[in-house]
């Protein structure tokens, strides 16, 4: 699998658009982007994922770049309970495929 | 999404001891199931995979004669610490292998050897 960097850490403010940025310049065509949260003494969340469209749910937003080499995850309205770790992982299969996970931006939600 | 679940959600044991965690998958048949642990601060960690009704693949550095892992039905798959010791503290977390797209992960165990 792709390798991904993500800053360690950032802050936003309460009830602001949070975006965080994954670097994945290695990444395949047949790979898709995966975000995974993981809050707290908790075990992780799956948030969205695509492949080269953006894509919207009712947690987040994906955009991904044209070349594929970078995607931003969007949380539009951030809340304190979105305080965690976000994880970015690229894969080419799912469902019987390990994740990989990095370090993750810890995202800190300031009131 | 999926519901796992993980018994139990914590434990302290003695070292020496051994302890067990079940990880149950409570609305879809998981053929596979994934075992991570995580250190303090650290990432998650892929401990081993499992297939139902076959032995565990253990990754590199993870003894398999330490960590047991059983995988005997669809929905259920255990994972023992055996000889427990105060470095096998971490939290323990299963993910069922098997559906479309997403993965989904246990709630966790928090295991605490003193």
């Known amino acids: 699998d792709a390798k991904t960097t993500q800053p360690p850490s950032m802050d936003c403010a309460e009830g602001r658009a949070a975006n965080l940025p994954c670097n994945h310049s290695t990444i395949s065509g047949n790979e898709y982007v995966y975000w995974y949260r993981q809050i707290h003494s908790q075990g992780p969340q799956y948030i969205i994922h695509g492949l080269k469209n953006n894509e919207t749910n009712e947690m987040a937003s994906l955009i991904i770049t044209e070349d594929r080499k970078s995607s931003t995850l969007i949380l539009p309205h951030a809340t304190l309970r979105d305080t965690a770790v976000y994880y970015c992982?690229?894969?080419?299969?799912?469902?019987?495929?390990?994740?990989?996970f990095g370090t993750g931006t810890r995202l800190t939600i300031i009131p | 999404g999926a519901v796992v679940s993980q018994h139990p959600s914590w434990v302290i044991c003695k070292s020496g001891t051994s302890v067990k965690i079940e990880c149950r998958s409570l609305d879809f048949q998981a053929t596979t199931m994934f075992w991570y642990r995580q250190f303090p601060k650290q990432s998650l960690m892929l401990m081993a995979t499992?297939?139902?009704?076959?032995?565990?693949?253990?990754e590199q550095g993870v003894e398999k004669d330490k960590f047991l892992i059983n995988h005997a039905s669809l929905t259920l798959s255990t994972l023992t610490v055996t000889s427990a010791h105060p470095e096998d503290s971490s939290f323990y977390i299963c993910?069922?292998?098997?559906?479309?797209?997403?993965?989904?992960f246990g709630p966790g165990t928090r295991l605490t050897v003193t």
């Open positions: 993910s069922p292998g098997g559906r479309t797209y997403e993965q989904y």
């Open positions: 992982i690229v894969m080419a299969n799912f469902g019987n495929e390990k994740l990989t």
């Open positions: 499992s297939n139902e009704g076959s032995k565990a693949t253990y």
